[in-house]
């Protein structure tokens, strides 16, 4: 009888080892995924920051190249205050989000953003032999935080636009109020995506632009995918991709109707 006591006291008291080891794992694990979340975060601003630098930097260096051309200058320092406004707002944005703030949400149209996207890109898509179609009505609006929004719409284009460098192709965006959803296809006529690939897309840190025969200047930390989804969920809204290689993508991007 003894003996069993002394089992079960000494079970007890591993139990409750096992117990305190196990609350203080769990404590660090939060403290370590705080810290992933600030790495995250600085990844996916250094990502939508760059998406909007690198083509002000081109516009700008054209406008030096021709010191004499004022209509030019002018143009490029538009965009250059566009582009910071643009960029505060999207910082702004994506900090609120890893805090975990609400956003204010509004109805807006979504013509009206992806025209803004191509503004901000301060690029000619047809220098690179890509043609792009829009088929979005006017009056078709979407509901959430705007420039979110615009991010995602960005990183499917520019990831669009660099599968089809440097041979071209057709960048196809469109969107439609189906069964009382709004529904947005990016599609392109690239490369397409492995297989292998497709399945993981959008998990953290997986690129397809990490080939070294791409096209694509910047290889790409694989967060714009992961950004993507999150903000999408975070609308209430679902993110999907088809693809074969050598046919070409299409991510479908579904979010709830404005009421």
Same mark, same amino acid.
């Given at each position: /009888?003894?003996?069993?006591?002394? @089992?079960?006291?000494?079970?007890?008291?591993?139990?409750?080892?096992?117990?305190?080891? %196990?609350?203080?794992? +769990? !404590?660090?694990?939060?403290?370590?995924?705080?810290?992933?979340?600030?790495?995250?975060?600085?990844? /996916?601003?250094?990502?939508?920051?760059?998406?909007?630098? &690198?083509?002000?930097? !081109?516009?700008?260096?054209? *406008?030096?190249?021709?010191?004499?051309?004022?209509?030019?200058?002018? +143009?490029?320092?538009?965009? *250059?205050?566009?582009?910071?406004?643009?960029?505060?707002?999207?910082?702004?944005? /994506?900090?609120?989000?890893?805090?975990?703030?609400?956003?204010?949400?509004? %109805?807006? !149209?979504?013509?009206?953003?992806?025209?803004?996207?191509? *503004?901000?890109?301060?690029?000619?898509?047809?220098? #690179?032999?890509?043609?792009?179609?829009?088929?979005?009505?006017?009056?078709?609006?979407?509901?959430? =935080?705007? =420039?979110?929004?615009?991010?995602?719409?960005?990183?499917?284009?520019? %990831?669009?636009?660099?599968?089809?460098?440097?041979? $071209?192709?057709?960048?196809?965006?469109?969107?439609?109020?189906? #069964?009382?959803?709004?529904?947005?296809?990016?599609?392109?006529?690239?490369?397409?995506?492995?297989?292998?690939?497709? +399945?993981?897309?959008?998990?953290?840190?997986? &690129?397809?632009?990490?080939? +070294?025969?791409?096209?694509?200047?910047?290889?790409?930390?694989?967060?714009?995918?992961?950004?993507?989804?999150?903000?999408?969920?975070?609308? $209430?809204?679902?993110?999907?991709?088809? !693809?074969?290689?050598?046919?070409?993508? &299409?991510? @479908?991007? &579904?979010?709830?109707?404005?009421?």
């Amino acid at each position: /009888m003894t003996n069993i006591i002394e @089992k079960r006291l000494s079970l007890h008291k591993n139990l409750q080892d096992q117990q305190q080891l %196990n609350t203080a794992l +769990k !404590s660090q694990i939060a403290r370590l995924q705080t810290l992933a979340n600030v790495g995250t975060a600085t990844y /996916m601003v250094a990502h939508e920051i760059n998406n909007l630098l &690198t083509p002000l930097g !081109s516009f700008a260096a054209l *406008a030096l190249k021709h010191p004499d051309d004022r209509a030019l200058i002018e +143009k490029a320092l538009k965009k *250059a205050v566009r582009n910071c406004e643009h960029a505060s707002k999207i910082m702004e944005s /994506m900090l609120a989000m890893a805090d975990g703030e609400t956003q204010n949400k509004k %109805n807006v !149209s979504l013509l009206a953003l992806v025209q803004e996207v191509f *503004a901000c890109l301060c690029r000619d898509f047809a220098k #690179d032999g890509i043609t792009v179609n829009i088929d979005i009505a006017e009056d078709l609006t979407v509901r959430g =935080v705007p =420039v979110q929004i615009q991010q995602v719409l960005m990183n499917l284009i520019l %990831n669009a636009r660099d599968a089809m460098l440097p041979h $071209g192709g057709v960048l196809t965006i469109k969107a439609a109020d189906i #069964d009382g959803t709004v529904q947005i296809e990016v599609a392109d006529t690239g490369c397409g995506i492995e297989a292998a690939d497709l +399945k993981k897309i959008f998990e953290p840190f997986v &690129t397809t632009k990490l080939d +070294k025969n791409s096209a694509s200047k910047n290889s790409g930390a694989g967060l714009g995918l992961v950004f993507c989804k999150r903000i999408v969920d975070e609308h $209430g809204g679902c993110i999907s991709v088809e !693809s074969k290689p050598t046919e070409g993508t &299409t991510f @479908k991007v &579904t979010l709830p109707k404005p009421s």
